[in-house]
């Protein structure tokens, strides 16, 4: 084979190496997350230790995956294209499982994102619980809702939620959102 | 007044109202790839109990126990479930007492949090059980 | 943030023009998931009709045999990881679906004499292999990994490629890649 196929055992490696349990990358349909979803969630019945902390990771992966989807169907919504790609990966060490996710992001829809991150970063766990009431308790929003599903991370995580965004070109970056949830 | 059944599926929770046998009960995974399209019925049936209710004059010494049973609930789910317990809260202040019982898998204390922060929104008394 | 390898990854998929990578354990449901996902959208890339159920027919064969694979490993209580990945990348006009498992090691050499072998033939010496393989249960039965391979043979009309990299004395990381043409087939008849 020619050296342009090596990718797939880098790519292989760079998955063994970082104990990545599972990876998608391409466009997410609602078909993708669920089976994804029920893959992990008959994975993580396998495994009889901290089956709380396993809840933990299956809600926050649901939220996760959908918030990538919705942020797609936001900007289809607003009749602009980007590229679909995402990526989505579920990994472990001996202290922490990470869920990892990067989608395309317009510029412009930068700012809003961070200051929403940002926000549920500065509060301590009573802060949060504050805010998740109001935005549950929202009857003016009836659509999904990024803010509410974002401090449900945060709050299921109980971690400080982290970001990155890496600049492609004027118009668009890629945005990398990370949790990281506690082994026991 | 017709009870309310609806199956579970993979992304939906199995909803079981049957007044006649004083049950009404939600249960299994909440995660609809529409989720108003799918507590919206609910949340109807529910109003129409509490005019159907009214209407009879139901007493006040009865009591309705209202079950929630989930393995796992979206943030989306979350919204609507709340519009279902607030609308729970109504048929208590005008009608009659309602009571919620809240079940979790023994190891899931976010469940039993996520039960916790509901019964904070409203009046009805909920009674936690955790379940091997 | 540790998150360098999601921008290598991202990096190396874009940079080959990948559709679509599945990294992780291959149960029905993600086979099921990842084969409907790309049917829906071939159309969006490829207007090719006859191309296009070509990718389809042997993406199914492709995850079909990386089942397989796992299968075999859990069966025989391996303690291989049931770890695979599968991507779908385009080239040009071209398609191409690379596998990437694991193998014992004693499995290699079946591996490649069956994808020797069948690189040698024409269409009709491979409809005659794949009548053979179907015919001879012992063998089938051993290999419904041969079965796979032939049947992508067929389906795709073009040699097979294989990589093999040596990981331990029980290991191997097998790659394997088969091309659509986007043209007429590339096979002598």
């Known amino acids: 084979m020619g050296p342009e196929d090596n990718y797939i055992y880098d790519i292989h490696l760079k998955m063994r190496d970082n104990n990545v349990l599972l990876a998608y990358t391409g466009e997410l349909d609602m078909k993708i997350i669920d089976a994804l979803i029920t893959s992990v969630k008959l994975k993580l019945k396998e495994v009889k230790y901290f089956p709380r902390v396993q809840k933990r990771v299956y809600g926050i992966m649901v939220e996760c995956l959908e918030a990538i989807h919705s942020g797609y169907d936001i900007t289809k919504k607003q009749n602009r294209k980007i590229n679909p790609f995402s990526i989505f990966t579920l990994s472990c060490d001996k202290d922490y499982y990470y869920l990892i996710s990067g989608r395309y992001i317009f510029n412009d829809n930068i700012e809003f994102q961070r200051a929403q991150i940002d926000k549920i970063n500065a509060l ?7 805010l998740y009431r109001e935005y549950v308790s929202d009857v003016t929003v009836k659509e999904y809702n990024t803010d509410l599903a974002m401090v449900d991370i945060a709050i299921k995580s109980n971690n400080t939620l982290t970001y990155e965004f890496r600049k492609v070109d004027d118009t668009t970056s890629f945005y990398i959102f990370q949790v990281k949830i506690k082994v026991n | 007044m017709t009870p309310l059944v609806i199956e579970s599926t ?3 929770p199995k909803i079981c109202f049957r007044p006649d046998k004083k049950e009404f009960e939600i249960s299994g995974e909440s995660r609809p790839e529409n989720v108003r399209k799918f507590y919206e019925p609910v949340m109807d049936w529910i109003d129409n109990y509490k005019d159907h209710l009214h209407a009879n004059k139901a007493k006040g010494s009865e009591k309705l126990v209202f079950k929630f049973k989930f393995e796992y609930f979206n943030s989306t789910s979350a919204k609507f479930l709340t ?5 729970l809260d109504t048929i208590k202040q005008e009608v009659m007492p309602v009571e919620i019982e809240w079940y979790y898998d023994a190891p899931d204390e976010d469940m039993k949090n996520s039960g916790e922060e509901f019964s904070k929104m409203v009046s009805i008394p909920f009674r936690f059980f955790s379940v091997n | 943030m540790d998150d360098e390898f999601v921008l290598e990854i991202l990096r ?20 099921n998931a990842l084969v409907t996902s790309v049917k829906e959208k071939l159309s969006n890339v490829e207007s090719n009709i006859f191309v296009q159920k070509k990718i389809y027919n042997v993406m199914v064969e492709c995850l079909e045999n990386i089942f397989r694979h796992s299968e075999n490993a859990i069966q025989q209580h391996i303690h ?28 290699v050499d079946f591996l490649k004499n069956i994808i020797d072998k069948i690189n040698t033939l024409n269409k009709a010496q491979r409809w005659e292999m794949y009548r ?20 992508i043979a067929i389906k795709s009309g073009s040699q097979l490629k294989y990589d093999f990299r040596k990981l331990n004395d029980n290991n191997t990381f097998y790659v394997f890649q088969v091309c659509i043409h986007n ?5 002598n008849n």
């Open chain 3, 80 to 107: 291989l990881r049931s770890f695979a990945i599968f991507t779908l990348r385009k080239d040009g006009n071209d398609y191409y679906l690379v596998t990437g498992n694991y193998v014992q090691n004693k499995s």
């Open chain 3, 12 to 31: 190396v998929m874009e940079t080959n023009n990948v559709i679509l990578a599945f990294n992780g354990e291959f149960d029905m449901r993600v086979i």
């Open chain 3, 183 to 187: 043209n007429n087939s590339h096979l």
């Open chain 2, 10 to 12: 993979d992304l939906t």
């Open chain 2, 83 to 87: 519009s279902i317990i607030n609308k």
């Open chain 1, 124 to 130: 301590n766990i009573d802060g949060k619980k504050q």
């Open chain 3, 132 to 151: 053979e393989i179907l015919a001879n249960g012992e063998f089938s039965d051993k290999g419904g990994a041969g079965l796979g391979i032939i049947d």
